[in-house]
């Protein structure tokens, strides 16, 4: 019995120790990421709950375990103020570096109390999960050890690389099970019956999703979407599969989920552009930090960042207090969405070209290693 319990416990965690190596990140690349996401999130993607304190509380539906469900109903506008003043204010000390460990912390906080309260109107966007375990699994790596103004204090970089093996877990784990049920029902080989075309016409025709490149599936040969019924949810059940199959795999399957995102856009009108912040640890903070040597260094770099976050907080303190008409919050599909979908493409590409050349240059590597190779 011990013989077996022993070598179930050496499986698991040479399983592990892989995932760990396969996922791993250096910091410098991380630190690079925090700028990013900083300015990624102050830029377009911030969210904005001002609005929640002119909504109806008959809208309010909370889901079980969501913050939301503590309450009985929507709060007054100041309390939401707070939350979109906190969340500018963390993103700025995020992207300079300031308590970044605690930064993070405090931004799982709000966010997963802001976004609860989102999640009200009865509908659940899958990419603030994502999103949230993000901001969660940044406080316990050295994201803030480097390129920061405030620097954190340094911890065992065993815990930086077992969450980054846990959030690759997670997000192996999520498409995993999304492709399980597409896969039971979509891989029936009956050209009649088609997965993505029901859902496409269910969006187009009763939620309006018609923009973009919507009408160009009306012009495509069903048996390209019959194709496409058995192999999305196939690269999604074989996820671990790239998870443990090598670091090269991994960005491999991430960059492939980049071009399966901004597919959704496209076709079926459904932004996941919130992903990028998740994917760009393993693709764009390695790019980013293998061209530091272009980047301005010292006072310069420092004034320009500082030059560059003043410009974007003025902008989202300036949108809270002079907001146009948030009524686009319930029609979705209105021209915001036109810009932001456009935006989102525009980053899906980057983050794409970038994933590419994080494969391309081993970027995953040892630092010194691709240094030696260039």
Request: proline share 3%; hydrophobic share 50%.
């Amino acid at each position: 019995m011990s013989g077996t319990l022993s070598y179930i416990d050496n499986f698991l965690g040479n399983i592990f120790e892989r995932i760990k190596r396969n996922s791993a990140v250096d910091t410098q690349s991380l630190a690079y990421f925090r700028i990013f996401i900083g300015i990624f999130m102050l830029a377009h993607y911030l969210p904005e709950w001002i609005w929640f304190g002119d909504a109806p509380q008959g809208f309010f539906q909370p889901h079980m375990f969501t913050a939301a469900y503590l309450w009985d109903g929507f709060w007054d506008k100041s309390f939401y103020v707070l939350l979109d003043s906190l969340n500018i204010l963390l993103f700025i000390m995020v992207t300079l570096g300031i308590r970044t460990r605690v930064s993070f912390l405090l931004l799982f906080i709000i966010n997963y109390i802001g976004y609860s309260f989102e999640f009200s109107f009865g509908k659940i966007d899958h990419e603030i999960h994502l999103f949230l375990i993000v901001l969660i699994t940044c406080v316990f790596t050295n994201i803030g050890t480097k390129s920061a103004f405030l620097k954190d204090k340094k911890i065992n970089p065993n815990v930086q690389k077992w969450a980054l093996a846990l959030l690759s877990i997670y997000i192996a784990f999520g498409f995993f099970t999304a492709g399980l049920p597409k896969f039971l029902r979509w891989v029936d080989f009956n050209a009649n019956e088609i997965g993505f075309l029901d859902w496409f016409y269910k969006g187009f025709f009763t939620y309006d999703r018609s923009l973009l490149l919507a009408k160009s599936v009306f012009k495509t040969p069903y048996i390209v979407f019959e194709i496409a019924d058995h192999l999305a949810p196939t690269i999604e059940l074989i996820s671990f599969v790239f998870l443990l199959g090598s670091k090269r795999a991994w960005r491999i399957y991430l960059v492939i989920l980049c071009f399966f995102h901004m597919g959704n856009t496209l076709l079926l009108n459904i932004e996941f552009a919130l992903n990028i912040t998740c994917y760009g640890i393993f693709l764009i903070g390695p790019v980013l930090s293998h061209f530091k040597s272009y980047f301005p260094k010292g006072r310069k770099a420092k004034n320009m960042l500082l030059g560059l976050v003043a410009v974007l907080a003025i902008y989202q303190v300036g949108k809270r207090i002079y907001y146009w008409d948030y009524t686009y919050e319930v029609g979705y599909y209105s021209e915001k969405f036109i810009v932001d979908s456009n935006i989102s493409i525009v980053m899906w590409i980057i983050t794409i070209l970038m994933g590419f050349y994080t494969i391309r240059k081993k970027l995953y590597e040892n630092p010194q290693t691709v240094k030696s190779l260039s």
